[in-house]
Nanobody, 127 residues
Framework: QEQLIESGGGLVQAGGSLRLSCAASGRTFSSYTMAWFRQAPGKEREFVAAIRWSSGITYYSDSVRGRFTISGDNAANTVLLQMNSAKPEDTAVYYC????????????????????WGQGTQVTVSS
């Protein structure tokens, strides 16, 4: 059974750095895009960053662009999120996601695009 497992969450002070990891498992797992979303208490889940394996193109939300970096290894089915210059508003549960369709209709920013989800890892940024 395909699974995504996140790690690396924790507590960091404002201005600090944290790195999240996501590893996919399962004999038949494959994806075209992997992404990170986050959900703060009382808010909807929102897009953070994504990477398309075929081109290596990365996408970021305006709120994290310039501070966060997504990277990974398609062959190893892993994706990382390097969080720098963390802010208290970055506090949320961070979820890893992956799609399995080569030509999905949904936007890369859309939750509906993704077929696989991790359980999430808590990130707390103290002020």
């Amino acid at each position: 059974q395909e699974q995504l497992i996140e790690s690396g969450g924790g507590l960091v002070q404002a201005g600090g750095s944290l790195r999240l990891s996501c590893a996919a498992s399962g004999r038949t797992f494959s994806s075209y895009t992997m992404a990170w979303f986050r959900q703060a208490p009382g808010k909807e889940r929102e897009f953070v960053a994504a990477i398309r394996w075929s081109s290596g193109i990365t996408y970021y939300s305006d709120s994290v662009r310039g501070r966060f970096t997504i990277s990974g290894d398609n062959a190893a089915n892993t994706v990382l999120l390097q969080m720098n210059s963390a802010k208290p508003e970055d506090t949320a549960v961070y979820y890893c996601a992956a799609d399995r369709d080569r030509f999905p209709r949904e936007s890369i920013l859309s939750i509906a695009r993704y077929d696989y989800w991790g359980q999430g890892t808590q990130v707390t940024v103290s002020s």
